[in-house]
């Protein structure tokens, strides 16, 4: 099984699309435990969902829970250390940084091993790749200017 988290109107062949609201094929609240078992997710795919969901800890805890050994998330967030993307949507309620990514991966750096105990971390990842993109958006008189990462990461059990 293949997951779209947060799909919207981005409904993907292939996958089980899950949001909020209609469009989807699921509607869940990623807030709450999610409702599949443990290991048993192939993919899953995230853009733009991250940043509206409340713990950044929890999420990848169980995006961790239901992927299976090897299996990938590919994930798309605004980079909350440059430009307004993260903090112009006042429904973002989290922070995401490609550096933050070190608490959830032991290659990365030390900071998986030395606070993943004290967080709570139970979700332990590969990174596989991590890129960056400048996006300009116009609406009207207003410039914005949206920076994003990508990455995909492997989950190791």
Not at 19 to 35: G, M, R, S
């Amino acid at each position: 099984m293949r997951l779209n988290l947060g799909c919207s109107s981005d409904v993907r062949a292939g996958y089980v699309n899950v949001d909020l609201a209609q469009p989807c094929d699921l509607v869940v609240d990623l807030n709450l435990t999610w409702p599949w078992e443990d290991s048993s997710v192939d993919e899953i795919y995230a853009a733009d969902i991250f940043e509206h969901l409340e713990n950044r800890i929890y999420t990848m805890n169980e995006v961790h829970r239901v992927l299976r050994p090897g299996a990938l998330l590919r994930m798309e967030c605004p980079d909350a250390s440059k430009g307004a993307g993260q903090w112009q949507d006042p429904t973002h309620v989290t922070p995401w940084t490609p550096n933050g990514l070190q608490y959830f991966c032991p290659e990365v750096s030390k900071a998986w091993e030395r606070f993943h105990i004290a967080y709570g971390i139970t979700a332990r990842f590969k990174l596989l790749e991590c890129s960056e993109a400048k996006y300009v958006e116009l609406a009207g008189a207003v410039r914005c200017e949206v920076y994003k990462f990508r990455a995909v990461l492997e989950a190791m059990k």
